[in-house]
């Protein structure tokens, strides 16, 4: 089990890690490496609240997780969300994701957050290992989904 470097991101990180996002989570949609870039670099330039954090093997990004105020395209008015969080195939399985995940809630307790929601099918049964509870089901663009949640303090 690899022990990756957790920090917020930088913007040496932003290209590497849009482009992982764009395989991800954008493939098939419109959405450009411009567009994801920019994003992320609101997200690194922000009021401190929302945060990107990026996982390293050696100095290279290799994953990525977000602190976010609003999801996009959220049917829930929820707020706020962990985001975006992917993992460069190799890595996959070796803890990254799970050191992530646990950057991000600690830095939403660390700022007072009750409550994280996320949205999430596939990895259902990761997020519930680490303490998440699932709330509802419901379906977007004619695809089941799963909005999660998880109380920290």
């Not at 932003?14 to 493939?27: G, H, M, P, S, W």
């Not at 707020?79 to 399985?93: H, I, N, Q, S």
């Amino acid at each position: 089990m690899m022990r990756p470097t957790i920090e917020a991101m930088a913007e040496g990180d932003v290209e590497a890690i849009a482009r992982l996002r764009l395989k991800a989570f954008f493939e098939g949609t419109d959405r450009t490496l411009d567009e994801d870039m920019a994003g992320l670099r609101g997200l690194i330039a922000g009021d401190g609240f929302e945060a990107a954090f990026v996982a390293r093997d050696r100095g290279q990004p290799i994953g990525s997780c977000l602190l976010v105020r609003d999801e996009i395209d959220s049917p829930h008015d929820q707020t706020p969300w962990l985001a975006g969080l992917v993992v460069e195939e190799a890595y996959r399985g070796g803890g990254v994701g799970t050191a992530l995940v646990k950057t991000v809630e600690a830095h939403a307790a660390s700022a007072g957050i009750g409550t994280l929601h996320l949205y999430t099918w596939q990895a259902r049964s990761f997020y519930e290992a680490l303490g998440w509870r699932a709330v509802e089901t419901f379906e977007q663009d004619g695809a089941p989904m799963l909005l999660m949640a998880k109380s920290l303090l």
